[in-house]
């Protein structure tokens, strides 16, 4: 049972380079979420979905863009990254609202110099 | 709008000694509440959900957490702290139409031998 998982666990890029974050999640869940850890700062919301080929925003998604295009997938891109997208990047789902438990992966470290 | 504050942002006890972590919250609904664990170097895991069924919420691990509606507080409590223990536990609450989740800052729990 992988549950959710995200690819890749580790990345350094330089400031401008553009990366995607890539969550899979084989629970047939309809919502996605993808989050940022900051210390002291608790998970903060950048963009979610509730159901396949829908996105929204959430508290911090300046500089972030997700595409939702397969049920099981949810992508997050940054397109010109910054120091300030260093950060630890938390893929969740649930199965059809907020109300329902939400399913975390082991995170993506990604550091921006 | 609703939020979430943790009232201590580190906790330390003894090993075998009650663990006591504070959550209020704010909403002008009948909200469902969580906490969550994460240990270093991985995903949030949850812990226990309040959604209406009964006040006295029992989780995993020997954790409850009582819902208080006159105080709007969810705290989270064990009688016998152990070692394993150690964490970052999170309250979360679910926003009003039940898409989104709003976190808590965090409290750091020490567990001492």
């Known amino acids: 049972n992988a549950g959710v998982t995200q690819t890749p666990k580790f990345r350094v890029l330089k400031t401008g380079q553009s990366m995607t974050l890539l969550c899979a999640q084989d629970?047939?869940?309809?919502?996605m979420y993808w989050y940022r850890q900051d210390p002291g700062m608790g998970l903060r919301l950048i963009h979610y979905?509730?159901?396949?080929?829908?996105?929204a925003k959430g508290e911090v998604p300046d500089g972030y863009n997700v595409s939702r295009l397969k049920k099981q997938n949810f992508l997050l891109g940054l397109e010109s990254a910054a120091p300030s997208q260093t950060s630890v990047y938390f893929c969740?789902?649930?199965?059809?609202?907020?109300?329902?438990?939400?399913?975390f992966g082991d995170g993506t470290r990604l550091s921006i110099l | 709008a609703q939020s979430v504050t943790q009232l201590d942002s580190h906790v330390s006890v003894s090993e075998g000694t009650p663990v006591l972590l504070r959550c209020n919250y704010s909403?002008?609904?009948?909200?469902?509440l969580f906490w969550y664990v994460q240990h270093p170097n991985k995903g949030l895991q949850l812990l226990l959900k309040?959604?209406?069924?009964?006040?006295l919420v029992k989780g995993i691990n020997g954790f409850e957490a009582e819902f208080k509606k006159s105080e709007t507080s969810f705290h989270l409590t064990k009688p016998s702290a152990h070692m394993s223990d150690a964490a970052e536990y999170f309250c979360?609450?679910?926003?009003?139409?039940?898409?989104?989740?709003?976190f808590g800052q965090g409290t750091r729990l020490t567990i001492n031998p």
């Open positions: 969740a789902s649930s199965l059809d609202s907020a109300k329902r438990p939400q399913h």
């Open positions: 629970m047939n869940h309809e919502y």
């Open positions: 979905s509730v159901g396949e080929g829908t996105t």
């Open positions: 909403s002008s609904y009948s909200p469902s």
């Open positions: 309040y959604t209406s069924a009964a006040t």
């Open positions: 979360v609450v679910s926003d009003q139409g039940a898409q989104k989740l709003v």
